[in-house]
């Protein structure tokens, strides 16, 4: 027996268009919804519009809208560093090896721009190259024991100085230069250390010696005011304060209780002759 019973669709005669459109909608929203990270921006590329648009602002953190047939380019806009170590020569053509570090990020409002010139990687094409070209070249310029000791401070100062200006017209922004572990030649280093140890000693011997010449100073002048002193003393010694001393050493004996003879008048200057008779 032949069944008579049909399907019936419970969405209507229009359900054979409506999921299409659904799924189609499902899809234009997913293409057209960006969702941004902190500490990233995007660039957008205009399929239909001749690509990347450096005048127009980059997608910041967030969520984002586009057109569904657009597309974009994340960049991470935060503080970033790249590190080199690398061999270069001094003005005297002698091998120094070191590390260079790089701080910095992409100029935000130029990323239209780094987009077009450099792509997401040019942190590999252009900073790095950039790195070792102008290491060298102010490198150059300093003989290695100034690289190590008095000029490092500066060599630094002028590496971050050069690389600043070739990154500013590549759209990023340098935060900082740091020159660590330079390693010089084994002779060389030997050399600055016998130098640099020489350098201390004298400056030790100076020490020493200004230390004796000041307490010769100071003894020279102890002496002078201790001359000083017995000149003002003898000067002060009179025969008569003599005397006037005697009289007063006799009165102070005759008050004593030991057995002494005193003759009054008997010595020099008319001193007193004290005799002890106890024995």
């Known amino acids: 027996m032949a069944s008579n019973m049909e399907f019936k669709n419970p969405f209507g005669k229009g359900s054979a268009l409506l999921i299409p459109a659904v799924i189609l909608l499902l899809f234009v929203v997913m293409r057209s919804s960006q969702m941004i990270e902190s500490g990233h921006a995007r660039v957008v590329y205009e399929t239909f519009g001749g690509g990347v648009d450096p005048s127009r602002p980059a997608l910041q953190q967030g969520f984002q809208v586009i057109a569904p047939w657009n597309s974009t380019k994340d960049y991470e806009i935060r503080k970033q560093e790249v590190s080199s170590k690398m061999t270069v020569l001094s003005s005297n053509l002698l091998d120094i090896v070191l590390d260079v570090t790089i701080f910095f990020r992409p100029d935000n409002t130029q990323l239209g721009d780094l987009e077009l010139k450099w792509g997401k ?73 016998k130098k640099l140890q020489m ?81």
């Open 121 to 193: 990687f040019y942190a590999d094409k252009m900073i790095m190259p950039s790195v070792r070209s102008v290491t060298r070249e102010v490198i150059a310029k300093y003989l290695p024991e100034e690289i190590n000791t008095s000029k490092r401070e500066l060599i630094q100062v002028e590496i971050e100085e050069k690389m600043r200006a070739q990154m500013q017209v590549n759209h990023v922004i340098l935060e900082e230069v740091l020159i660590r572990n330079i390693e010089l030649p084994a002779k060389l280093r030997a050399s600055i250390e």
């Open 199 to 279: 350098e201390q000693e004298s400056e030790e011997y100076e020490f020493r010696l200004t230390k004796e010449l000041k307490e010769a100073e100071r003894k020279k002048i102890e002496a002078e005011g201790i001359q000083e002193f017995q000149k003002i003393v003898t000067q002060s010694i009179t025969p008569a304060l003599l005397r006037w001393k005697g009289v007063e050493a006799t009165e102070a004996l005759s008050k004593s209780e030991n057995a002494k003879i005193i003759v009054i008048g008997g010595g020099d200057d008319g001193l007193p002759i004290i005799l002890n008779t106890s024995n």
